[in-house]
């Protein structure tokens, strides 16, 4: 197996496209199969996705994936990297292994039925249309990634690992956007089944401190809560964390004004570390309720997380280093995809390149592709695949 | 500082991650070897397949575990299950199966939708994850297949273990094929020793139909002049009943003594009282002769049919067997071989005489057999130390272990055709034999050399063509004798 990353941040979509295309070449052809398996493709929604997706398609064959992410995409290459790139592009040369792309049009009220019907479509394309996956890389539309995930395990049962991010735009307007070979969309559940022919290694994390505040959530209401230990949640958030929201009590957006402070879902360990599945909160309604970026059950508990901008910045090349020391003993990495949650990368502002900084340091030249998306899937050490906010995970090929 | 805390406690969470894989790891070498053990320790193959599922459960959860292997082409058939249903299923080797057999463990996900179980939609009803694990048994791939009944149950975890389980049972059927090739092994030195049995007896009975003949030759000439002696013994009878009549009268009369006695010495010469006397005695001793010869015949016999083997505490005396041997061939060496005989004292020795007895019948036939005209067989028994047993059997592993005990021998020397000294080495191996076809089943020598090495004996042979050859048999002399 042999990965090959290529980035381009032209302003021009043609341009930014041949720099990717001619890269992906140059680096595929000084191996003997020059055809790739898959392309994972993250782009900036600045660019017309059409342009990039017939640019791509028309210049490879192979299956492809595509996703906006939040201004841009983080790419390390032998050659150079970027934090935020116009178009970053993860391509896997594995002529032992077997990849699979699927993707349904998801339908709000069943949602689960989209995503079984893209994992049918991915199995079915990957060649081993039998056999468990080694992982499942996921491109979601935001809003029911929950529903999506227990739609994968219906066929393929919960076992096996799904990462991946849900598409972003750069403003939260809704500009997201979903690509396949077949396709472009703004409401598709994407697919990738993994068989590849050498091992992977994989870790989701926050990167956030568990404070001692201990939330529940009431009068709930899919991604919405109405109270918090029995009072206006918005309120209650508000009073925990010195002011923080304040200014949006009777509605607003504050996506911004709670990165640092998510709540977090205790997960317990087989192995006695808990681990927090954090909640973001994006706004707030007239009423003070509180929206969130994942679904809420009633009477959760949740514990009220801080965060730094430096524990944000230092935290990607942590998470991308576990994801290697999993790796089985004497195994060669030989590329890494991320996930970097939008809010975080946002958060973090122009310390983003201090974060690629960092990731390069931790691991060396090894080829990174990293989106920036409104919702991060993974599994914990539990083995239960999850769809959180706020999180960082990165999945690690070998060779 | 809280940044600090949390990298700590990720690098913690971390470790106990590397931690409890190695573990896991770890865990699972600990099963395989205790696996190994067990599954060594079976008796029978029904308990070892028992104990390889029982160790396979500890490593990878099933619901059902079973064995396909090959019936005919593109199919597979189940040989050995968990699950009684499984049993004797019939399996078409699909995309999986195939890939299965060429080495690679595989997880399905779904077994309702592979191809290799649209005929046994019976058995998915409590079937859904699959597990296909790969293993050489006989030379031959078969598959180990762990059933579960939760969707997408296994992983690749479960295909990294059953690839470590792939090379583990490979070894372990390794030793389990050692296991039941040793457990064959000693079904069948059972049955080998059962027909050797069978195989001496038949050759004891063909010796004694060999020497029935004469055999009842020897019984016959006893019993026959005793037979003459009872004969004439009974033709003296009415002379001596008569001497005895009259004598009676005379001595029942009033006569005077002196004129008794006259009378008397009368009749004692008319009827030959003393001629007929002393033939009285020669005719018993005769007639003892005879008996006791046919006691000694039977008894040699006796001898020679006995079986004794199951007593361990049973001895023999060697030259008290070359004795009864020679009996029972007396009327074939009679008049036609010359014996000579050089019998030194010897302990007695620990075995059955029946089967020495047996030993000596055959080599003493088989030198009979050998010899024409001017036969001269020769027989000598003997002590050898253990330098002699060297020379006269060097490849005898008894000796390489240095063991210095005392032998005894005994040697029969014919003065026959000799055997070519490429036949030599094969003169003990059964069916081997240098007669006309019909007239050996080229078993003696063979049963000869068994029944030597049941004694813990040695036999050696030296040959040369028209000279003679000479069997060498020794026995070990207990040491406490």
């Given at each position: 197996m042999n990965i090959i990353t290529a980035f381009s941040n032209h302003n021009d979509t043609h341009q930014l496209c041949q720099d990717v295309i001619a890269t992906l070449r140059k680096g595929s052809a000084q191996y003997d199969s020059e055809q790739f398996n898959i392309l994972v493709v993250y782009f900036n929604v600045d660019h017309d996705v059409h342009l990039i997706h017939s640019a791509l398609t028309e210049a490879f064959t192979c299956p492809v994936i595509m996703a906006s992410s939040c201004q841009g995409a983080f790419a390390i290459t032998p050659t150079g990297q970027h934090p935020t790139a116009n178009l970053s592009v993860f391509g896997i040369i594995d002529p032992l292994g077997h990849y699979g792309v699927g993707y349904a049009k998801v339908n709000p009220a069943s949602p689960d039925i989209a995503a079984q019907k893209a994992m049918q479509m991915a199995v079915s394309n990957?060649?081993?249309?039998?056999d468990a996956p080694s992982l499942v890389w996921t491109v979601m539309p935001p809003g029911q990634e929950e529903a999506l995930i227990a739609g994968f395990s219906q066929i393929i049962g919960p076992n096996v690992p799904v990462f991946g991010g849900s598409s972003a735009d750069n403003d939260v307007s809704g500009n997201w956007f979903q690509a396949t070979c077949d396709v472009v969309a703004q409401d598709l559940v994407l697919v990738l089944v993994m068989h590849p022919s050498s091992a992977l290694g994989y870790s989701y994390s926050s990167g956030y401190e568990p404070t001692e505040v201990n939330l529940v959530a009431q009068n709930c209401s899919a991604r919405k809560i109405g109270l918090l230990n029995g009072q206006n949640a918005a309120h209650e958030y508000n009073a925990h964390t010195c002011g923080s929201i304040s200014e949006a009590l009777t509605g607003g957006v504050v996506l911004g004004n709670t990165t640092l402070h998510p709540l977090g879902r205790p997960i317990d360990s087989k192995m006695g570390i808990t681990e927090y599945l954090l909640s973001h909160p994006d706004s707030v309604t007239a009423e003070g309720e509180l929206c969130l970026f994942s679904t809420v059950a009633e009477n959760q508990e949740f514990v009220l997380m801080k965060g730094s901008i430096e524990g944000l910045v230092k935290r990607a090349a942590v998470v991308a280093q576990n994801a290697l020391d999993v790796l089985p003993e004497g195994r060669k990495p030989v590329g890494i995809l991320m996930i970097y949650c939008a809010g975080c990368r946002l958060t973090i502002g122009d310390d983003v390149a201090a974060m690629q900084q960092a990731v390069l340091e931790q691991i060396g030249s090894i080829p990174v592709v990293a989106a920036y998306t409104f919702g991060e899937q993974g599994c914990f050490f539990d083995g239960k695949n999850r769809h959180g906010n706020l999180m960082i995970s990165a999945v690690a090929f070998s060779q | 500082m809280n940044n600090e805390t949390e990298v700590l406690r990720e690098n913690f969470a971390l470790i106990l991650r590397l931690k409890e894989q190695a573990e896991a790891l770890r865990k699972e070498s600990d099963m395989l070897l205790s696996g190994m053990r067990d599954i060594l320790s079976a008796q029978t193959p029904e308990a070892l397949y028992q104990n390889m599922f029982d160790v396979f459960a500890s490593l990878i959860p099933y619901q059902t575990c079973f064995i396909l292997a090959h019936e005919t082409p593109g199919f597979m058939v189940c040989?050995?299950?968990?699950?009684?249903?499984?049993?004797?299923t019939k399996w078409a080797v699909d995309d999986v199966l195939k890939r299965t057999l060429l080495g690679t463990p595989t997880a399905v996900f779904?077994?309702?939708?592979q191809p290799a179980w649209q005929t046994l939609e019976h058995l998915?009803?409590?079937?859904a994850a699959v597990l296909y694990c790969p293993f050489i048994d006989n030379n031959k791939t078969s598959i180990i297949v762990f059933c579960a009944t939760?969707?997408?149950?296994?992983t690749q975890m479960h295909v990294a273990t059953a690839e470590r389980y792939r090379e583990f049972t490979e070894q372990t059927l390794m030793s389990v094929q050692a296991k039941l090739e040793a457990l064959q092994s000693q079904k069948l030195k059972k049955e080998r020793e059962q027909v050797e049995l069978s195989m001496v007896q038949s050759e004891k009975m063909a010796s004694l139909g060999l020497l029935a003949a004469g055999v009842a030759h020897e019984i016959n000439n006893p019993l026959a002049f005793v037979n003459s002696n009872f004969d004439a013994l009974s033709g003296y009878m009415p002379s001596l009943a008569k001497f005895f009549a009259k004598t009676h009268c005379v001595l029942k009369s009033e006569l005077p003594s002196e004129e008794k006695l006259l009378q008397i010495e009368a009749l004692f010469n008319e009827y030959d009282i003393e001629m007929l006397m002393e033939d009285l005695q020669e005719i018993s001793e005769d007639s003892k002769e005879g008996i006791e010869r046919v006691c000694d015949i039977v008894k040699s016999l006796q001898a020679f049919t006995q079986d004794n083997d199951q007593d361990e505490a049973a001895v023999f005396d060697l030259n008290q067997c070359v004795a009864d041997s020679l009996r029972l061939l007396k009327s074939k060496v009679k008049n036609t071989v010359s014996i000579t005989q050089n019998l030194q004292k010897l302990p007695k020795l620990k075995g059955s005489a029946g089967k020495v007895n047996q030993v000596l019948v055959n080599l003493m036939v088989n030198a009979l057999q050998a010899m024409d005209s001017s036969a001269q067989l020769q027989i000598t028994t003997g002590h050898l130390d253990a330098p002699e047993i060297q020379q006269l059997h060097p490849d005898s592993e008894c000796h390489t272990a240095g063991v210095t005990e005392q032998h005894a021998f005994v040697a029969i020397r014919d003065n026959g055709c000799g055997i070519a000294v490429d036949k030599l080495d094969s003169?003990?191996?059964?069916?081997?034999?240098?007669?006309?076809?019909?007239?050996?089943?080229?078993?003696g020598l063979y049963i000869t050399y068994t029944l030597v090495q049941a004694l813990g004996g040695e036999i050696s042979v030296t040959s040369e063509l028209n000279v003679g050859t000479e069997f060498t048999v020794t026995f070990p002399i207990p040491f406490t004798s």
């Open positions: 990957s060649g081993r249309p039998y | 040989k050995t299950a968990t699950d009684s249903r499984f049993l004797d779904n077994a309702r939708i998915t009803e409590t079937t939760e969707i997408g149950f296994y003169i003990f191996e059964p069916f081997f034999t240098t007669k006309p076809i019909g007239e050996g089943t080229g078993l």
